[in-house]
């Protein structure tokens, strides 16, 4: 059984940073897509990053290039987003998403796809 568990939500100030973190059970986290999504109230769901692990490629949102970043531990079997320069446009609550054989670079248009979520962990960025 896969499981995803975010954590490290909260509020902070504009201008602060935050490192969420993704836990995966169930299976090895180097083997498989694992990306970020956000929701915020009365908003779709968007993309905010993943990666392909393999060739190093990073993929993100445009509003959140430059401030986020997506890393991962594999001893861990942890996924992290970490969130610069955080602005009230962030607050949104924080999705972890995996799937197998989906590319990272598919995550974001292919969402509705994706087999395993996370519950999600909120953020709120005070102005």
């Known amino acids: 059984q896969v499981q995803l568990a975010e954590s490290g939500g909260g509020l902070v100030q504009a201008g602060d940073s935050l490192r969420l973190s993704c836990d995966v059970s169930g299976r090895d986290v180097s083997s498989y897509a694992v990306g970020w999504f956000r929701q915020a109230p009365g908003k779709e769901r968007e993309f905010v990053a993943a990666?392909?692990?393999?060739?190093?490629?990073?993929y993100y949102t445009d509003s959140v290039k430059g401030r986020f970043t997506i890393s991962r531990h594999n001893a861990k079997n942890t996924v992290y987003l970490q969130m610069n320069s955080a602005n009230p446009e962030d607050t949104a609550v924080y999705y972890c998403a995996a799937d197998w054989g989906m590319r990272a670079s598919d995550m974001g248009r292919r969402s509705s796809e994706l087999h395993y979520w996370g519950q999600g962990t909120q953020v709120t960025v005070s102005s």
């Open positions: 990666k392909d692990w393999s060739r190093g490629i990073s």
